[in-house]
């Protein structure tokens, strides 16, 4: 699999890497989460992401793939949460990286990031000094930010890799009915050397439904994909999300979700058809840009 530099933090990582949510679900069975992401490896993922959030995913990980730490990037996200702490304060900020650290048995976090932070308490409330300051201790390698809009547009403001107190990387959601962050904040994060995650690749598949699916995780990009009246250009729907999200400008790793070690194996195989005509892609971005004036990122 393709490799590519983390911005300028040192750091490389595979084009697609494995978003960790999934196997967080008590439902799965062990040996079964054990083989998911022993395969993500061999495959060639060196990503993974993870968060406080995600129910067992930290420490699943940590289970399965201890003894290839040295194989992958290790994401995660921290803020809220933590037992005797208030969420989103420089003490639960500390705390939670602490605890990371035991859930995940390693001796270093390589990302960090400040988890959907409403923007006055990432102005604040001393958060983003607390990664600065778990960094200074050896305990993060990249102080990180992960969420959409103002408080994306703050944290690209506030990042890059040429003074040791910013942001060092940001996540947010990229795909084809969720691109405004590709049209300031991406561009702004590659100038100044920042590493970027894209999240919601697949745009939550809304394709699988023929209407409205109300209430579901799914609507709000449903209804942007009839807006748009986009079609998938003689292409599977998922090829030609996962080809939009991975390969766009400024994106380090498109990150994907999966229980399933055949979609696993299938998501690979997609992207290596490498990226869009750029006809095709500017034609989706010209959807996009057309109608997506109030359309904000997706949290």
């Known amino acids: 699999m393709q490799q590519r530099a983390f911005g300028q933090t040192g750091l490389s990582v595979s084009i697609l890497g494995f978003g960790a949510g999934q196997i967080g679900d008590a439902n799965q069975s062990e040996s079964d989460v054990g ?19 995600y129910g067992l995913s930290e420490e699943r990980i940590s289970r399965h793939l201890a003894h290839r730490r040295n194989e992958f990037v290790l994401s ?25 650290l035991r859930k995940l048995k390693t001796d270093v ?25 778990a960094r200074e201790q050896g305990k993060i390698r990249v102080a990180a930010y992960s969420g959409e809009n103002e408080e994306l547009a703050w944290a690209v403001a506030n990042g890059g890799t040429q003074d040791s107190a910013k942001l060092g990387s940001i996540e947010c959601s990229v795909n084809l009915f969720d691109q405004m962050s590709l049209a300031a904040s991406l561009p702004a994060a590659g100038v100044c050397g920042m590493g ?33 009246g986009l079609d998938a250009d003689n292409m599977p729907w998922d090829e030609l999300a996962l080809r939009f999200s991975t ?50 990122g997706e949290i």
């Open 35 to 53: 083989e998911l992401l022993n395969t993500a490896l061999d495959l060639g993922i060196t990503l993974i992401d993870t968060a406080r959030g």
């Open 76 to 100: 995660t996200k921290v803020g809220y949460g933590v037992a005797a702490q208030q969420d989103w304060t420089y003490e639960c900020i500390m705390a939670g990286i602490d605890l990371a």
């Open 109 to 133: 976090l390589d990302i960090v990031h400040l988890h959907s932070c409403p923007i006055q308490m990432l102005v604040e409330n001393g958060v983003v000094e607390a990664l600065l300051k």
């Open 196 to 228: 970027v995650i894209a999240k919601r690749a697949l745009g939550n598949v809304p394709w699988r439904f023929t209407e409205r699916p109300q209430g579901d995780y799914c609507e709000t990009y449903w209804t942007r994909m009839q807006a748009m």
């Open 247 to 296: 390969f766009a400008p400024n994106v380090s790793s498109a990150i994907v979700g999966t229980s399933s070690i055949k979609h696993l194996r299938h998501n690979v195989a997609l992207i290596e058809a490498g990226p869009l005509p750029q006809s095709v892609f500017d034609g989706l971005r010209s959807r996009f840009v057309a109608l997506g004036d109030d359309w904000r």
